[in-house]
């Protein structure tokens, strides 16, 4: 990347974040039709319909601009979860809550732990404000919260729990949570990124509203794109002690909520039949892929979230392009540091009938 004078040194420290390519272009460039992105974590069932038709109700109102503080959805979304609005900051997709957590608590030379592989802007967001970032290894694919509790000094800020980690899948339990909050010091804040809440199946999932309600440092994060399907409006939110909020309320910008987000969001909330089916074809679909792993002998991260993590034994890149030419998109593992491994999107039965297949075919060919 070419330097600027006038940039600031910390830019040039972030990775670029590699969205796939649309899906069109990968029709037109391998000459393939139908082809199925199970790269995004995004819900193959679509929104709620109810959703829609709040989308499609306001569509003829955007000359106005949307709620500054979205009233109703924080109303709405309060009564749904049993807290207080004072604990809610609603954010254009949850990446905004954690941009407002960087830029509201992060100094040039603070620290922010997390894990190693997990999701990238914990990362970008640290750099972005001249932070450091230690990133410590998974243990056995998971967090290994003793050895990120040995890298906290005084200059951490923030202890990122991915919980279910993207990409692996795997969760913390309650009691490691509970055991990494008694030993943390009281300047760092614990940020619990839950954007995957709603498709974690393990009883020993923590229930993190708990620890707002204890008083903690904690900013739990959920977003509106995964289960609720709304991904391409951008919507998530925190949930955090008023006074961990007001801080973020200082540095989010005015309307950072678009006028449609906010009314599907209260829609799909008002639909509980959104979260029931996609949790559902989501447990199916990953006992037809375990299944399917166990037959060709793959190895995989058993997974809390809606996407797995599957050790193909060879260069993903060229099971990648393998599986494009026959119309699934995936993500290697090379940007996770683990080149064999890609990690698939649950989909619906038929796309992972579609996955399964290709994938035996491309590991055979
Ligand atoms: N956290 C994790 C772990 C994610 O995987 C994602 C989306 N890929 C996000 C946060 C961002 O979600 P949102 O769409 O709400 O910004």
Redesign the pocket.
Known sequence: MQRLPYAREAIYRIRPYRPGKPLEEVEREYGIRDAVKMA??ENPLGPSPAAVAAIQEHAGKMALYPEDTCFYLKRDLAASLGVPEEWLLL????????HCAALAFLSEGDEVVTGDP??V?YETNAHLCGAVPVAVPLKDHKHDLSAMLAEVTDRTKLFVI?N???PTGSIVSRSEVDEALRSLPSHVMVVL?E??YEYAESPHYPQSIDYVREGRNVLV??????IHAL?GL???YGIARPDIIQALQQVRPPFNVNSLAQVAARASLADPEQVRRGQAVNGEGKRLLYAAFDRMGLSYVPTEANFIFVDTRRDSKQVFEGLLRRGVVVRTGDVFGTPTYIRVTIGTPEQNQRFAQALEEVLKG
């Open positions: 995004s974590n954010g254009n997709g949850s990446d905004e809550v954690l997990t999701f802007m991915c279910p980690n993207n990124d954007a995957y994060m959920r977003t509106f794109s995964k991904a951008r919507i998530g």
